[in-house]
């Protein structure tokens, strides 16, 4: 089975700081993928990053990056340039490398960015 | 890009009414689908995997027979939650995966049963 932790229910960050959010997975599979998303008041998922478990360079989408230790299993997001947009539910997701397979979430950290 | 559009995105019933979500990929076939339940502040949970042509496989604790699924094509999910009971008020999303790294979400659903 597959398990995804979020050790940080809450997190907050002044504007224009960096925050690091947390997580760590136990699988089995040695192919797979790991996703951050976002989930803002709306509750629309939106996609922040993805990694594929076979790549060793970390992901990088403009002012989100990841840091993939795949040993350690740990997955964090780097949120960098912080702004207020960014507050929202952040969710670490699992998700084995099969077509139409399910995700396994965190149980998600909630960020607030201050101005 | 690929888009899942789910219908409606609010719904109030009263207690012993059936209601009906749909869940659509609109650029592109599905064969799988997931329906997920989100409590506020909660993550989501797996209800059960939606299989085209098929029966939907329902994760432990999801009462089957409450919780209808059908997938009549490969573009097209519904839940049907019925005899719906205030316990039921939830926010409900599905997914659709046009392969294995590109998963799309609807914008979900809230339920509110009186």
């Known amino acids: 089975a597959q398990t995804v932790t979020q050790s940080q229910p809450e997190m907050s960050v002044q504007e224009a700081e960096t925050v690091t959010l947390s997580c760590t997975y136990d699988?089995?599979?040695?192919?797979?993928?790991l996703f951050w998303y976002k989930q803002p008041p709306s509750r629309q998922m939106i996609l922040v990053i993805r990694q594929e478990a076979y790549k060793q360079q970390n992901a990088t989408e403009n002012r989100f990056s990841v840091n993939f230790q795949k040993a350690a299993k740990s997955f964090s997001l780097k949120i960098s340039d912080s702004q207020l947009g960014d507050t929202a539910m952040y969710f670490c997701?699992?998700?084995?490398?099969?077509?139409?397979?399910?995700?396994?979430f965190g149980t998600g950290t909630s960020l607030t960015v201050i101005p | 890009g690929a888009v899942v559009s789910q219908h409606p995105s609010r719904v109030i019933c009263k207690s012993g009414t059936s209601v009906k979500i749909e869940c659509r990929s609109l650029d592109f076939q599905a064969t799988t689908m997931f329906w997920y339940r989100q409590f506020p502040k909660q993550s989501l949970m797996l209800m059960a995997t939606s299989n085209e042509g098929s029966k939907a496989t329902y994760e432990q604790g999801v009462e089957k027979d409450k919780f209808l699924i059908n997938h009549a094509s490969l573009t097209l999910s519904t839940l049907t939650v019925t005899s719906a009971h205030p316990e039921d008020s939830s926010f409900y999303i599905c997914?659709?995966?046009?392969?294995?790294?590109?998963?799309?979400f609807g914008a979900g659903t809230r339920l509110s049963v009186l």
């Open positions: 699988t089995s599979e040695n192919n797979y993928y």
């Open positions: 997701a699992f998700m084995k490398h099969v077509t139409g397979n399910q995700f396994y």
């Open positions: 997914s659709a995966s046009q392969n294995p790294g590109a998963t799309y």
